[in-house]
């Protein structure tokens, strides 16, 4: 069995452009001048976010990709990564699948590896992950303005299908292969107000703006973008529950000011990511209200909460 | 039972100087101009790393103070951290008692929470910690050169003492309230080549500094810096074992050039951290040889690894 530090050395230690990488007490990074450093972690147990028989490649992509999701989420370039390992027993081929599926994301979106901690206990996977935005330009949750536009990125639900009605691959891949929207979040430095990822569930992740930046929203429930599988399977209560409801998306849900609506459709059109405006912030208390076609409102479960769920 | 976005409200959203903190899909920072960043990250395991008994309180110093000890060894200035706790279930008042040793710890060395993840599962704690150092000042692991010397700080062994002989106050302090090494770090930038902290044992941590280095080094095992409680328990041997083989110590190993023996002195003084000159590093294989009195080599057992422990 190899020991904890050959463990590091053949399967995590790459090189790096960074000024020092993984092998030291700490790895060592220069910031660009003019850059807030955009800090996020992310914690995945196995029985809680991914089953033991989880296939280790698609959860060394997932594990990485709810990260840099967070960085899409606030305009951030995400550049440096760690990786704290909890691991039973150190089986070769299961941190080997894991590693190539963490590192084959990590290549195409240019971060790197730097730093971890690998112990022997129930698995588990903590990500640190570092980006850089430019000094004030973030996009942050306490930023959005009554009259605001709502928008979504790509389609709500599928993940959430994918658990109700297993073996449906667009909607499969949603659950265990998202795609983080960093190339979006990066154009929308320059037009959006506030940002956030949906991991929780549309509405709570909405909520999360509408309470940081203390007003309301009225969404149409027509508007919102859905996984297209809801044609064919699931009912009209399924596909609420998990459009409104059903976490793991990895859609940006942003808001921007109605005069940047074209320069909005160009990034749509630059970045291949459908973009789809589905309501309105409003001055007043932070409340989600979604609406029928027909203006009467559609009540909204709440999303996941780890203590409560 | 409080939600998962209560406790981190309650417990763990405090007022900070960094541009953003806890509450976002990620915070920022904003690092001085002419520092680079240093990021470690550790992570604890019920069962591994403390017991499910542990009093929560020290615990919070602990999960704080092994990731202070790793910006000490590289001469950094701690600055932010993140915190993912993996719990399995809201208890308040064990959550209330962690957070207190931490932010108490956090405060004395002006260290900020900035971000984190709170899930449900087994008992974990993930700390990922972010400091500053000057451009090309860091105490790497690789910097060491034939002709340093090899000097120690504090005093070895106490925290393997108190895991095989409980009660011992001072030895308990160490095990379960260690004291990270941050001000003589910093004071270190100017003076020091290689550094390393203690957390595996004292032979195996000087080895990386050897591996990384590619020398070796001769060091006097009665110059070595030992817990005072040694003269009243245990036996030769078990303090041997301790001293060189236990892990846990969070005390400096660091390698400088003769010249600046005079400096180093300063540097005790000023700082109230004895530290003890306890031998040589030399040209040639990375192997550590530790004489006893007679000049007679003593041999080392390897110190911890989480895979063959």
């Not at 452009?17 to 060592?28: K, Q």
């Not at 979604?290 to 909204?300: L, T």
Request: with cysteine; hydrophobic share 45%.
């Amino acid at each position: 069995m190899p020991s904890e530090f050959e463990i590091i050395r053949r399967f995590f230690e790459r090189p790096v452009c960074a000024v020092l990488g993984v092998g030291d007490d700490a790895a060592l990074v220069r910031p660009a001048a003019g850059m807030e450093i955009a800090v996020s972690t992310d914690l995945l147990v196995e029985g809680r976010h991914f089953r033991a028989a989880a296939d280790p490649r698609k959860l060394g992509h997932k594990a990485l990709a709810v990260n840099l999701s967070d960085m899409a989420a606030m305009g951030a370039t995400p550049r440096w990564l760690t990786l704290a390992l909890s691991l039973p027993d150190a089986e070769e081929a299961w941190i080997a699948a894991f590693a190539d599926g963490l590192f084959a994301l990590a290549a195409r979106f240019g971060v790197e590896l730097i730093g971890g901690d690998t112990v022997r206990g129930p698995r588990s996977i903590c990500i640190c992950i570092l980006g850089e935005v430019p000094e004030g330009r973030a996009l942050r949750r306490d930023a959005a303005r009554p009259g605001d536009d709502v928008w979504v990125s790509g389609e709500l639900g599928g993940a959430a299908l994918a658990l109700a009605h297993p073996g449906i691959d667009d909607a499969e891949r949603r659950l265990h292969e998202p795609e983080p929207r960093v190339a979006l979040g990066e154009r929308l430095r320059a037009h959006a107000n506030a940002a956030i990822d949906v991991s929780d569930g549309f509405a709570q992740d909405l909520g999360h703006i509408l309470e940081r930046s203390a007003c309301g929203a009225l969404v149409h429930y027509d508007r919102l973008p859905k996984c297209a599988a809801f044609a064919r399977v699931g009912t009209p209560e399924l596909e609420r529950q998990c459009v409104l409801s059903g976490g793991d998306d990895y859609e940006l849900v942003f808001t921007a000011p109605p005069g940047v609506r074209a320069a909005i459709e160009d990034v749509a059109r630059d970045t291949g990511v459908p973009l789809a405006r589905v309501g309105t912030i409003r001055p007043g208390d932070p409340t989600l209200s979604i609406a029928d076609r027909h203006g009467n409102e559609i009540p909204v479960a709440r999303g996941f909460d780890h203590f409560s769920a």
